[in-house]
């Protein structure tokens, strides 16, 4: 027992400081790094895409207008049917689909942690009224209310990011509500609380670490899965307006020309899996440097 | 956990959906445009006969009075007549059911025998050629918008090889069990492979987190074997949080299926919601979005009840 | 669901068959013709009812049910079905009262014809149509025509006696033509929620033997079926037809090349390169009536009023590239009326692609470019949405295309789409700056509805009360001489105002099996399948 208190987080003291020992360990995850690399790239290139870009994203070529052509020097990714440089509109695209992406993870995920810590942690009437909510919200379809709500609301791309940020929180709520439910109950929260730590303390500095690598995680995998979901949008006809470009929207544009001109699904598609790797590689090397264990 | 813990819960469930019904007759009423919109630009439908259908349908009564109405009959049963097809609500929603239970179902219990084992075999073998394959593999599943996925297998197993039908539920004339099998291969598999891609990333860093605290390594220092380590042990605690996600996740794939069920022409309810979304078909809306509440409310209560157990240490009261 | 109907499938014109015409008409003439086989067909649409009053849809299972007293044939021209011939003043049919505001139709109708259950068709049976039709408790999608009507009368079983309460020339197009209900099964029952909508009992080639919802219908020859060959060989030659219930495009397409569909009507444009690439498909053009047209809610910006703006934006629109755009199967019009009516006017005020025009007049009318490049005057902006139906993917190319072209003179386009029913509220109610779409009309269509004041789908708050006077003629005419003239100066006029620009003409690709003979394609509302007897599959 003593063994156990001894190594556990609460009792553990970071005379080197919390953030360089992350850091450090951070940084020896070679995937996790890499994956952190890319996004700062990709992140680069879509604040950057109005310098970078050869075309506009609406400039048509009516030269070659109604069918697409195949990547050349002139247009490294090809064009599509209305004589646009592909390039250029990937590159645009990743400005909207990677902030319609992070955003809305990160809404979700800042909602879902605070409802779920306060309601584990409390439990009680906190936690019926707060669970009362979630279920409330939980309990409507997720999609069919979007797709609902970009029916009346006409999303852009702000109004997007906040209906699927707030609605998307629910998951991560449940698991840190689950998380906070079965570590309360552990030894060292118990054992921090007989020293006189304060809720707030217990709550953020003990437990919430603790729970991190599954928020961590489930962060991540949303993003992915928002990037998804305005693909899905898209395909349905109510995602981010034309011309405007984003990776769900030229995908699912690509579709019918799948087996005409493959370039135009390829490069989006590509952006998309790179993306969502690299989110998903930093979210494993993060989990692992909050790990206290490792 | 006890049973008057599940009747309580049960009986929680009605001002929940209660709740859920005033908020989705809300946003549905405040929508632009009403179902009776398509008569009106058709001069042979009179203001008489328009009066007519608004009476029939309830529509002249202010809206709290139609939510009320609404409301009572359909926890009665009475789910009213849709403005589109003019057939029984209830009998249009019954109608769709068993596809989509089906696909969904099959889905489901498709995507979670294959993740879980996937997770365990990714976190015990963290760092190897296998985890990152797995990896690898999930996170192809997690960045493949489904509807494209969709149609590449479709021209493959369709067009190219021509072993699996495209699209539909039964070969007209046949009926059969092995030929609905064969429709059923690519929906189900396409409905599953985004879950499992997610489940097996969460039962993976579930079990990476319980295999690396201390009673586990105490387990171990003690001798018990890797083995019984890994199942008996370190298993049911790692499912805590995939049970979540799964029961989160089991009310998504439903949602999902609007899509799978319209790329592959499945007669279920995601098709249903979409038709009668664009025509605005109230009641139908209604019912189908209360049939999903009522889906995800009983998954959150199998959830809960799977939490205690697991692990019994969790209380409920 | 209204725009479905006005936009989705539709097909009635000339046929115009691409490389392959040679081949249907020989086999249309020649011996080839074989009793049997199966058509099965993939719909785009999940079917609402098989009732064709009540579906929100063209209708296109229904026409192989249901038929009516006359018919649209390919070049929308009615012939006669269920009466021997079509009522006109030549052959007195058609009887106007002497103060012209009245008049009396006379149909004479086939002897002999059965429903598919056996029992005789008669004159009873049309009286009965009108009756339960305009019955305020049935709920109908269109009840175009009833009102026209004070009393039908039935003096005997093949004479049907219609008496209109005003002169009207498309009393063709609606309601006998969309099909004649049972009174034997009928009477009596609920129209509403009978199972008439899921098994209507028509006089048709086919009758419905499964209908599974959500998924098809199987459709079986109708034994009693009426109608023979020159060789006085029974219709329809095909066994059975199988239309399948396909929403997705994309799975649409799959489904023609794994032969799993033989059949579709309206395939979107991106795909026809690859499918008329496969063995064992054609594809057929069909030039329907419809036209796609940008037009300017004139109360919405001030600016859009500005006549000068609009003629700008006329001429700024390169509509051949707009064509180009779409594979070059949309033909560039200059009226609302589209060719293929011996009214469509050719001397109508053009607006030739000429962006240096478009610039000179915006320019002459104080729209001064700003550093930006667009336009302002006072300023005011030469910025507009521009709404369009969202997921309709050639009017969303068009669109883009049109923005580009704008962005060149001077004007700034921005998109604002919608979809199901907000996109109609915003299109009859006037909820939109610019709008890009398109509509399709019957063979007998009234202008009156889109351009007339008080027009139903008058959404742009266009008003010209000589517009109004001569589309009133044309409305209540039955000399086609006077009727002819009225829409041709109602076009002059139009094109003058330009409350609507019209850009192209969209036809449909419909795409079958090359085994499909005696096929031929129809531009009206009343679908391709308004006459499947004569359709055969070659061995």
């Known amino acids: 027992m003593t063994d156990t208190l001894k190594r556990s987080p609460a009792s553990r003291k970071r005379p080197e400081g919390f953030w360089p020992t992350l850091i450090a360990r951070f940084l020896k995850h070679k995937l996790a790094v890499l994956g952190l690399v890319v996004l700062i790239i990709l992140g680069l290139l879509a604040i950057f895409a109005p310098f970078l870009a050869p075309y506009t994203f609406d400039g048509q070529d009516a030269s070659i207008i109604g069918q697409p052509q195949p990547p050349s020097a002139k247009h490294w990714m090809g064009t599509d049917q209305l004589g646009r440089d592909a390039f250029t509109r990937v590159l645009y695209g990743a400005r909207i689909s990677l902030m319609v992406g992070l955003f809305s993870a990160l809404l979700a995920t800042f909602l879902g942690t605070l409802v779920g810590a306060l309601s584990g942690y409390y439990r009680g009437w906190t936690d019926a009224v707060l669970m009362r909510v979630t279920d409330v919200v939980l309990c409507i379809p997720l999609l069919p209310l979007i797709i609902l709500l970009s029916g009346i609301l006409r999303p852009s791309v702000t109004l997007l990011i906040a209906i699927v940020g707030s609605l998307s929180w629910m998951g991560t709520a449940r698991l840190v509500r689950s998380q906070f439910l079965s570590l309360r109950e552990r030894e060292f929260v118990e054992a921090s609380r007989a020293l006189g730590g304060g809720d707030n303390r217990v709550m953020f500095r003990h437990i919430l670490p603790n729970a991190l690598g599954p928020i961590i995680v489930s962060t991540t995998l949303s993003v992915g899965g928002t990037i998804m979901l305005e693909s899905a949008l898209s395909f349905l006809g109510l995602g981010v307006q034309p011309p405007t470009p984003t990776w769900g929207n030229l995908l699912n544009y690509a579709s019918q020309w799948l087996t005409g001109a493959p370039w135009l699904a390829i490069f989006p598609g590509l952006m998309i899996l790179i993306t969502v790797l690299a989110v998903n590689f930093l979210g494993d090397g993060l989990r692992d440097a909050f790990d206290p264990r490792n | ?317 | ?539």
Not at chain 3, 156 to 168: E, F, G, S
Request: glycine share 8%; hydrophobic share 45%.
């Open chain 3, 1 to 539: 669901m209204g725009n479905q109907k006005q936009e989705t499938n539709s097909a009635r014109q000339k046929r115009m068959v691409l490389g392959f015409s040679a081949a249907v008409l020989l086999s249309g003439m020649g011996m080839a013709q074989q009793r049997g086989g199966s058509l099965t067909v993939g719909l785009s649409y999940d079917i609402d009812t098989l009732n064709v009053y009540s579906t929100g849809f063209l209708g296109d299972v229904q026409a192989t049910v249901a038929e009516g007293l006359v018919a649209p044939n390919e070049k929308a021209e009615y012939v006669p079905v269920l009466a021997t011939r079509v009522p006109t003043i030549q052959n007195g049919g058609i009887k106007v009262a002497a103060d012209n505001k009245s008049m009396v139709v006379t149909y004479q109708l086939r002897p002999g014809v059965k429903w598919s259950d056996g029992k005789p068709f008669t004159s009873a049976d049309v009286k009965f149509t009108w009756e339960t039709v305009k019955d305020p408790k049935f709920i109908a999608e269109s009840k175009d025509g009833t009102e026209d009507i004070t009393s039908i009368t039935t003096p005997n079983d093949l004479t049907v006696v219609v008496n209109y309460k005003r002169v009207a020339p498309d009393f063709k197009s609606t309601l006998f033509t969309f099909g004649i209900l049972p009174k034997h099964t009928l009477e009596g029952k609920d129209l509403n929620t009978d199972t008439y909508n899921q098994m209507p009992l028509g006089t048709g080639p086919f009758k419905v033997t499964q209908y599974v919802k959500g998924q098809f219908v199987v459709l079986d020859r109708n034994p009693f079926y009426w109608r023979k060959d020159k060789a006085g060989v029974q219709l329809p030659y095909l066994d059975k037809m199988i239309f399948k219930i396909i929403p997705d495009s994309n799975t649409l397409v799959t489904q023609l090349k794994s032969g799993e569909i033989q059949m579709a009507t309206s395939v979107p444009y991106a795909q026809i390169p690859q499918l008329s690439a496969q063995a064992g498909l054609k594809v057929i053009k069909n030039p329907v009536l419809s036209w796609q047209h940008l037009d300017f809610n004139l109360k919405g910006p001030a600016a859009l009023r500005d006549i000068n703006v609009r003629k700008a934006v006329a001429y700024g629109l390169d509509k051949a590239t707009i064509s180009k755009a779409l594979g070059g199967y949309p033909i560039p019009i200059d009226t609302v009326v589209v060719p293929v009516f011996s009214y469509s006017s050719k001397t109508v005020p053009k607006y030739p692609y000429d962006p240096a025009k478009a610039k000179q007049l915006l320019e002459a009318a104080g729209y001064k470019a700003g550093s930006d490049g667009i336009r302002a005057k006072n300023g005011q902006r030469l910025s507009f949405n521009i709404m369009a139906q969202a997921g309709r993917s050639t009017d969303e190319d068009a669109q883009q295309v049109m923005i580009a072209q704008m962005k060149t003179i001077g004007i700034e386009l921005k998109p604002d789409n919608k979809a199901g029913v907000a996109l109609r509220d915003a299109r009859y109610k006037g909820g939109y700056e610019l709008y890009y779409g398109g509509w399709i009309t019957s063979a007998d269509p009234s202008y009156g509805v889109f351009y007339s004041t008080k027009g139903v789908n008058n959404g742009q708050g266009y008003s010209n009360p000589k517009i109004d006077a001569l589309l009133a003629t044309a409305d209540s005419t039955l000399d086609p001489t006077v009727r002819n003239k009225a829409l041709r100066d109602f076009q002059t006029l139009l094109m003058q105002d330009l409350p609507s620009i019209a850009v192209t003409s969209n036809p449909s690709m419909i795409v079958t099996t090359d085994k499909l003979g005696g096929f031929v394609s129809n531009p009206t509302n009343m679908t391709n399948f308004v006459n499947t007897s004569g359709w055969y599959l070659k061995k």
């Open chain 2, 1 to 317: 956990m006890s049973l008057s813990y599940i009747f309580k819960r049960l009986l929680g469930m009605v001002p929940l959906l209660l709740g859920v019904s005033l908020i989705l007759f809300g946003v549905l009423h405040l929508a632009p445009g009403g179902p009776l919109d398509v008569y009106a630009d058709n001069p042979s439908v009179t203001q008489e006969a328009l009066d007519q259908m608004k009476r029939a349908f309830g529509l002249d009564q202010p809206l709290p009075v139609q939510y009320f109405r609404w409301v009572t009959a359909f926890f009665q049963g009475e789910w009213g007549y849709s403005i589109r097809t003019s057939q029984p609500v209830m009998e249009e929603v019954l109608a769709r059911i068993p596809a989509t239970l089906m696909l969904s179902g099959s889905a489901f219990f498709l995507a979670l025998l294959v993740a879980l084992p996937l997770g365990i075999l990714s976190a015990t073998r963290r760092y190897t050629g296998v985890d990152y394959f797995i990896t690898l593999m999930s996170f192809l599943g997690i960045s493949m918008p489904v509807f494209w996925l969709a149609l590449m297998l479709q021209l493959l197993f369709a067009v190219q090889w021509r072993v699996l039908p495209s699209a539909g539920m039964q070969t007209i004339g046949d009926g059969s069990l092995p030929d609905l099998l064969r429709h059923l291969v690519l929906p189900v598999f396409i409905l599953a492979f985004a879950s499992v891609a997610g489940w097996s990333r969460y039962m993976r860093s579930s079990m990476v987190e319980i295999l690396s605290q201390d009673y586990i390594r105490t387990a171990r220092a003690k001798g018990v074997s890797a083995r019984r380590v890994t199942y008996s042990h370190a298993f049911r605690n790692a499912l805590i949080p995939v049970v979540t996600v799964v029961a989160l996740d089991s009310a998504a794939i439903l949602s999902g299926a609007v899509i799978t069920e319209t790329i592959f022409a499945w007669p279920g309810l995601g098709r249903l919601f979409i038709d009668s979304m664009n025509g605005r078909d109230y009641p139908v809306l209604m019912a189908l979005l209360m049939v999903g509440s009522f889906a995800l409310v009983l998954s959150n209560l199998i959830a809960d009840l799977a939490y205690s157990l697991i692990d019994p240490r969790i209380r409920y009261d």
